[in-house]
Structure formats: structure tokens, C-alpha cells
């Protein structure tokens, strides 16, 4: 008779050998495996992290958003990569474990703060003053017990508007087309456009435009104003105007043509007894200077700007001045000859008055016998103004301009 054995097994069940009860558990194992996948599927097949594409413009502030949703799963951890400008290789540089805090992985970046809330499952992070450096990708990931590992990317766009100048060309007066100005919008992406409004000016200017492309992405545009530099279109006003997306809206940088030239012709002005100025048209406007030909300057006179002062008049003035006006392009000279007389002068005013005294008490005297046997008559002071206009002459100073 053959004895049998009996083998529990797994299932509370009983059989006839360790095989058969190695099988059945293995079975039983399966099938346990099997159910715990389908409800780990059914857990998460709902389970969504948010992602997509952010622009700004840079120096501004952005929030990268990312939020998971449809999980009832424990998070264990949110953690941040990024792949940049400035670091193109794809590393961790942020995680939020669900207990201890936020954290930076690889060097401290104060840029970025952690927005967001982990009972939230919310992972989002704010990034302030933004550059170039910082444009790439960024990836969102949530880790979940028993799930696993759900993530999101964010491609992060940079706008960088441009920087608007204007340069004057400084054109020389001439008869040959020059450039007048060059308006410049540096270092834009992703467009710009220059342009210029020359009202009157249309059919006597042109415009040249050049593009660079730089290695960060951006680019640079010249646009400069041709023309030939006459009077007629000097101190007329332009605009240049510049457009891109990355401006909330147009710049207009307005301008006024100049056209340079050396001083013109110099003139002196004789503006009262014992002050002369000098005058001449220039641009920029001209500098004055005042010198004399033997290079010995008076006490009594006194130059300032274009303009020359006699304190007293004394023979010492006496002499040539010259008044140079000049800038960068140029110089002219005008010059001014000046005579005080001396000497005879106090002469003449003793003679005026001992003439002037024997007039008065001769006309005195006339006017007695008159009086007394023919009556009022009016005495003429013809006699007494000749003689006083004849001292005032021979005294007066004389000034010629050269």
C-alpha cells in the first residue's frame, strides 16, 4: 500500500505533492501581481502635470507653472531640471521634498522661489529679473509612491527689445552727399524694424539699412540718413522710429539735422562809446578772442566773450585789436584800430572856458545897452555850441575797423 502525503499550500488547500503546491503559488502570486498593475493603472491613467510654452520679456518677472492633478497617491518629491543658454547639458538645479523644504542642487540662485504648494501638488516657480542665459527648457517632475515619476516640460521664450540710440555724423557743410544720422536699435530679438519720417525733407534724403546677427540670438540694426549737407536742410527735424514685438509700443527718437561749417564772415559792432562786439555766423557757434598786434594789453580794457570793454579812455587803448572767432572746422579774424587823443586835450577845455567866459560877460554887456535904449533882444548861444562841439571833437576818441 503507498503512503501519501499531504503538502498545505497557500490557499489554505491541502495537495498531493510540493509540486503541485509550488504551482499553485506561484499561480495565487500572479494573479495578486497581475491585480495590483491594473489598480495602479486605474490609479493613475487620470494623472496629468501641466506644461507648455511662457514668454517674457527680459529683465521681467515670469511664474513657470506646474501643477499635477487626478492623483490620490502619496508625493514624495517635486523636483526642477533645465537645459539653457547658460547651461545646456540637462540637470537637477531645484527640488521640494515633500517634508523638508525647498532646496537649490547646484549653487544658490535667489532669482527663483518656489511658489507653489506641495498639499497641493503644485510645483510651481517664480523667476525674476530675466536674462538671455535663462532661455531653454525646464522640466517639472512629481514623484509619486507606488506610481512612480510624472514630469512636464516648460520651454521658457525670451523678447529682449532693443536699445535705441541716435548719432549725429556731424556732415560738413559741402556739395557732396554725406551721412547726416544713424539711428541704431542694439541687440533685439526676435524682430525690429527701423525706420524714418523726413517730412519735407523726402525727396533731398535716403535711407541705408544694415543688420547684424550676434552669437547670443540677437541682432542689431543700423539705419543711417544720406544727404547733401546744405544750408537749406540744416536744422530741419527728423524721426526715426523703431517697432518690435518686444516693445509694448513704438519708439520715436526725434532729431534735428545740423550741418557744421568754419565761422563765416566777421564783423565788430560798434555797440557805444567805449564798447565794441564781435559777430560771425558759425556751427557750432563760434569762439571769441580778443588780442592786440603788439601783444600788450591795457589794464583799462577788458575782453569777455565776444565782447570788448574800455574802462576809462586813456591813451594807452591806443593800438590794434583783433577778434579771432573759431571752432573745430575753422577760423576768421576782424580787427579794430583805436586812437584816444591826448595832451592838447585839457588845452582845449581851458580855451572853451576863458572863451566861454568872455562870450557870457560880453553878451552881458550888450545885453545892458540893448536894454537901456532899445529894448529886449535875445542873445545867440550859436558862438558858445561851436566852441563846445570843437572841444568835444579834437577830444574824442577815433576808432577805425579793419
Known amino acids: 500500500m503507498e503512503t501519501q502525503f499531504l503538502f498545505p499550500s497557500s490557499s489554505g488547500t491541502y495537495c498531493r505533492s510540493s509540486t503541485r503546491c509550488v504551482f499553485r503559488s506561484y499561480n495565487l502570486l500572479a494573479v495578486m501581481y497581475v491585480g495590483l498593475i491594473i489598480l495602479i493603472i486605474r490609479e493613475t491613467a487620470g494623472v496629468q502635470v501641466t506644461g507648455g510654452n511662457i514668454t517674457v520679456v527680459q529683465g521681467g518677472t515670469i511664474i513657470l507653472p506646474c501643477k499635477l492633478t487626478d492623483t490620490v497617491e502619496s508625493l514624495t518629491q517635486i523636483s526642477w531640471q533645465r537645459r539653457t543658454r547658460e547651461k545646456p547639458q540637462n540637470n537637477n538645479f531645484f527640488i521640494i521634498p515633500a517634508k523638508n523644504g525647498p532646496r537649490f542642487v547646484d549653487g544658490q540662485d535667489n532669482r527663483f522661489q518656489f511658489v507653489g504648494s506641495v498639499s497641493d501638488f503644485n510645483g510651481s516657480l517664480q523667476i525674476s529679473r530675466v536674462t538671455l542665459m535663462d532661455e531653454g527648457v525646464y522640466t517639472c517632475i512629481f514623484t509619486l509612491f507606488p506610481s512612480g515619476n510624472y514630469k512636464a516640460e516648460i520651454t521658457l521664450n525670451l523678447l529682449v527689445p532693443p536699445v535705441t540710440s541716435l548719432k549725429d555724423n556731424c556732415p560738413v557743410l559741402g556739395n557732396v552727399e554725406a551721412s547726416l544720422v544713424t539711428c541704431t536699435a542694439a541687440g533685439y530679438r526676435p524682430s525690429a524694424e527701423v525706420m524714418w519720417q523726413t ?23 543700423d539705419s543711417s540718413l544720406f544727404g547733401v549737407p546744405t544750408r537749406e536742410i540744416s536744422q530741419h527735424q527728423v524721426q526715426c522710429v523703431i517697432t518690435s514685438v518686444a516693445l509694448q509700443k513704438e519708439e520715436t527718437l526725434p532729431f534735428t539735422i545740423q550741418v557744421y561749417f568754419s565761422p563765416r564772415e566777421v564783423t565788430i559792432s560798434h555797440k557805444s562809446d567805449d564798447s565794441f562786439q564781435c559777430l560771425s555766423e558759425a556751427n557750432p557757434p563760434a569762439n571769441f578772442t580778443w588780442s592786440r598786434a603788439d601783444g600788450l594789453w591795457p589794464k583799462s580794457a577788458v575782453a569777455e566773450g565776444a565782447t570788448l570793454h574800455f574802462s576809462s579812455m586813456t591813451s594807452d587803448l591806443n593800438g590794434e585789436y583783433q577778434c579771432e572767432a573759431s571752432n573745430q572746422y575753422g577760423r576768421k579774424y576782424s580787427y579794430l584800430y583805436l586812437h584816444v587823443p591826448s595832451g592838447h586835450c585839457s588845452a582845449c577845455w581851458t580855451l572853451f572856458s576863458i572863451l566861454l567866459f568872455l562870450i557870457v560877460f560880453g553878451a552881458a554887456a550888450v545885453w545892458y545897452r540893448r536894454t537901456k535904449y532899445r529894448g529886449s533882444e535875445t542873445v545867440s548861444a550859436g558862438p558858445i555850441e561851436e566852441i563846445r562841439e570843437l572841444a568835444e571833437t579834437t577830444c574824442r576818441p577815433v576808432f577805425h575797423l579793419l
Do not use: D, I, P
Open 199 to 221: 517730412g519735407t525733407l523726402k525727396e533731398k534724403v535716403r535711407t541705408a539699412t544694415n543688420s547684424t546677427q550676434h552669437a547670443n540670438g540677437t541682432t542689431t540694426t
